[in-house]
């Protein structure tokens, strides 16, 4: 019998530098790509979380799996190659986020209420997403990863330099 296991990759935490560099954009969508991607998947699954960027499981490509489905809404996989807003709105909302990598700590964040993002599915196909809400957020979060950007640099300078050391401080503990 063959067992198929998706392995869970390792999440990248703050200050982990690879989480402040820019993902390369793919050429071409190889087995490779959609086997890192279905990794992405699993392991954003079994974070839990509702989205995961390439850099966070240390690797610099252009790639983000997101699933903002509610609990009792069918599940909703979005695999993404080379995502890029093409369109934001003027009006701005506040959501409060958090990230896999600085585990334990959510902030009001203000950005764009909608966006459009073009990118490519795994079958190679350019597709266009129109997002509002809770996905617009998400996928914005995301590309901002494959830029180096953290969430925490969308608040107060204070309130980050909190955040980041708190979590510095937890990780030290924990490896103790
Ligand atoms: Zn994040």
Known sequence: MIKY?????????????????RAAPLEMVTEEIKS???DMAETMYDAPGIGLAANQ?????????????????DPNLIKMINPEIVYSSEEKEELEE??????????????????TVKFLTVDCKT?????????????????DHLNGVLFVDHISRLKRD???RKVKKQIR???K
Not at 127 to 143: D, K, N, P
């Open 5 to 21: 296991f998706m392995p869970i990759l390792e999440i990248k935490l703050v200050p982990d530098p690879i989480l402040r560099k």
């Open 36 to 38: 890192i991607l279905n």
């Open 57 to 73: 499981v240390g690797i610099l490509k252009r790639l983000i799996v997101m699933d903002c489905s509610k609990e009792e809404e």
């Open 98 to 115: 958090g990230c896999l990598s600085i585990p334990d700590h959510k902030s009001i964040v203000i950005r764009p209420s909608k966006v």
């Open 127 to 143: 597709e266009t997403l129109e997002a509002e809400g809770l996905l617009a957020a998400c996928v914005q979060h995301e590309i």
């Open 162 to 164: 909190i955040i980041l």
């Open 173 to 175: 503990e924990n490896d």
